[in-house]
């Protein structure tokens, strides 16, 4: 059974920085590229990052260069550092586990605002 589990949202003031967490399970996780997605009240889902089996990494054109995705094969984790954050990247932000498939988490809130 695959069981998809982020964690570490909040809420921070404009520039401040957070790291997300997404733990899985139940799939070959060294194999499987990972992605994260955030969404907002009344929006589509959209893509944020997305990093591969090898490490390759891709981001979204508002996220360059401040968000950063890493992954540890040891603990089937894979991370979303969030740096600059602005009041825009409010949102609820969901883990695809792995990437393409219709395995989610459950969601993490990311507040940006004063």
């Known amino acids: 059974q695959v069981q998809v589990v982020e964690s570490g949202g909040g809420l921070v003031q404009p520039g401040g920085s957070l790291r997300l967490s997404c733990a899985a399970s139940g799939i070959v996780f060294s194999i499987s590229a990972m992605g994260w997605y955030r969404q907002t009240p009344g929006k589509e889902r959209e893509f944020v990052a997305l990093?591969?089996?090898?490490?390759?990494?891709t981001y979204t054109d508002s996220v360059k260069g401040r968000f950063f995705i890493s992954r540890d094969n040891a603990k089937n984790t894979v991370y979303l550092e969030m740096n600059n954050l602005r009041p825009e990247d409010t949102a609820v932000y969901y883990c695809n586990a792995p990437h393409g498939s219709n395995w989610w988490g459950q969601g993490t809130q990311v507040t940006v605002s004063l």
């Open positions: 990093i591969s089996s090898t490490f390759r990494t």
